[in-house]
C-alpha cells in the first residue's frame, strides 16, 4: 500500500451530510488534495461510498467502519470485500460511537491488513492507545471521548503523550489527534505539537458555513506542513 503521508486532514461527516449534498463537499476537499498534494481522508455513510469514490480523483474515500466478516452469511453486517469493490481505501474501527469488543476490533484489523484497507483505530485513553498500538494500525485516533464535539482539543501533554506512546509500541502507526477541532487555528496546534494528522465534524458540519470551514482547515494543514518541513 502506498505510504501515508503526514501531516493528513481527515473529513468525517457522520450522519450530518449524505447524498448530493455530501458529493459537493467531497468534490471540494478532492481539489483541495490535488492542489496542495496532500493526503485527506474522506469519510461517508456506506450507501455514498461508491459515489464519493466515482466522482472524485484523489480522496482516500473512507468507511466509517467495516465487521471482520467472509464473503457469507452476515446478513446486516458491512463486507470488507465489497468496500473493496467499492472504491474504498481506509476504515474507521472503534470509534466512540461504534466501539467494538477487543475480539472483533482484532479481526478487522486484521481483515484490513489482508485486503489492503487503511485501518483508523479509535482510542480515548492513553491507556487504550498503548493497547490498541499493539495491533499496528496505519492510524490511531487519539482522542478523549469527553472532548469528542465540545471545540476543545486535547492539551499538548496529552497530544505528545500518545504520540511518543504510539512511535514506541508501533513506529509505522500514525497518530490523529482530532477530538475537539473546531477551527484553523486548532488544526496548526495540533500539528505543531507532533500530532501526524487531524480532522473534524461537528467542527466543519454545525459550522455556520461548512465548506468555507473545511477549505480553512485544509489550507491549515498545508501552512502546519510548512512550518514543520
Same mark, same amino acid.
Do not use: W
Given at each position: 500500500? +502506498?505510504?501515508? &503521508?503526514?501531516?493528513?486532514? =481527515?473529513?468525517?461527516?457522520?450522519?450530518?451530510?449524505?447524498? =448530493?449534498?455530501l458529493?459537493?463537499? @467531497?468534490?471540494?476537499?478532492? #481539489?483541495l488534495?490535488?492542489?496542495? $498534494?496532500?493526503?485527506?481522508?474522506?469519510?461517508?455513510?456506506? !450507501?455514498?461510498?461508491? %459515489?464519493?469514490?466515482?466522482?472524485? *480523483?484523489?480522496?482516500? /474515500?473512507?468507511?466509517?467502519?467495516? $465487521?471482520?466478516?467472509?464473503?457469507?452469511?452476515?446478513?446486516?453486517?458491512?463486507?470488507? *470485500?465489497?468496500?473493496?469493490d467499492?472504491?474504498?481505501?481506509?476504515?474507521?474501527?472503534?470509534?466512540?460511537? &461504534?466501539?467494538?469488543?477487543?475480539?472483533?476490533?482484532?479481526?478487522?484489523?486484521?481483515?484490513?491488513?489482508?485486503?489492503?484497507?487503511?485501518?483508523? !483505530?479509535?482510542?480515548?485513553? %492513553?491507556?487504550?492507545? +498503548?493497547?490498541?498500538?499493539?495491533? *499496528?494500525?496505519d492510524?490511531?485516533?487519539?482522542?478523549?471521548?469527553? %472532548?469528542?464535539?465540545?471545540g +476543545?482539543?486535547?492539551?499538548?501533554?496529552?497530544?505528545?503523550?500518545?504520540?511518543?506512546?504510539?512511535?514506541d509500541?508501533?513506529?509505522?502507526? %500514525?497518530?490523529?489527534?482530532?477530538?475537539?477541532?473546531?477551527? @484553523?487555528?486548532?488544526?496548526?496546534? /495540533?500539528i505543531?505539537?507532533? #500530532?501526524?494528522? =487531524?480532522?473534524?465534524?461537528?467542527?466543519?458540519?454545525?459550522?455556520?458555513?461548512?465548506?468555507? =470551514?473545511?477549505?480553512?482547515?485544509?489550507?491549515?494543514?498545508?501552512?502546519?506542513?510548512?512550518?514543520?518541513?
Amino acid at each position: 500500500m +502506498k505510504k501515508i &503521508r503526514a501531516p493528513f486532514f =481527515t473529513v468525517n461527516p457522520k450522519s450530518y451530510l449524505y447524498g =448530493t449534498e455530501l458529493l459537493v463537499m @467531497a468534490r471540494k476537499a478532492d #481539489a483541495l488534495a490535488i492542489e496542495h $498534494d496532500i493526503d485527506i481522508f474522506f469519510t461517508a455513510q456506506h !450507501v455514498d461510498l461508491r %459515489l464519493i469514490r466515482e466522482n472524485t *480523483e484523489r480522496l482516500i /474515500v473512507t468507511a466509517q467502519h467495516v $465487521d471482520p466478516i467472509t464473503v457469507g452469511r452476515g446478513m446486516g453486517h458491512i463486507l470488507p *470485500e465489497a468496500l473493496i469493490d467499492a472504491g474504498v481505501g481506509a476504515v474507521f474501527l472503534n470509534h466512540a460511537e &461504534r466501539p467494538l469488543p477487543l475480539s472483533q476490533l482484532v479481526s478487522a484489523v486484521k481483515r484490513c491488513k489482508e485486503l489492503g484497507l487503511y485501518s483508523i !483505530v479509535c482510542a480515548d485513553s %492513553l491507556l487504550d492507545a +498503548k493497547a490498541i498500538a499493539k495491533l *499496528e494500525p496505519d492510524v490511531m485516533v487519539c482522542e478523549p471521548t469527553e %472532548l469528542i464535539g465540545t471545540g +476543545k482539543t486535547a492539551d499538548k501533554e496529552y497530544i505528545l503523550s500518545t504520540q511518543a506512546a504510539i512511535a514506541d509500541i508501533s513506529p509505522e502507526t %500514525l497518530g490523529l489527534q482530532a477530538a475537539g477541532i473546531s477551527s @484553523a487555528k486548532d488544526v496548526e496546534y /495540533v500539528i505543531r505539537n507532533g #500530532a501526524h494528522g =487531524t480532522g473534524a465534524t461537528s467542527g466543519i458540519f454545525a459550522a455556520v458555513d461548512p465548506m468555507a =470551514t473545511m477549505v480553512e482547515m485544509i489550507e491549515a494543514v498545508v501552512k502546519g506542513r510548512n512550518l514543520i518541513s
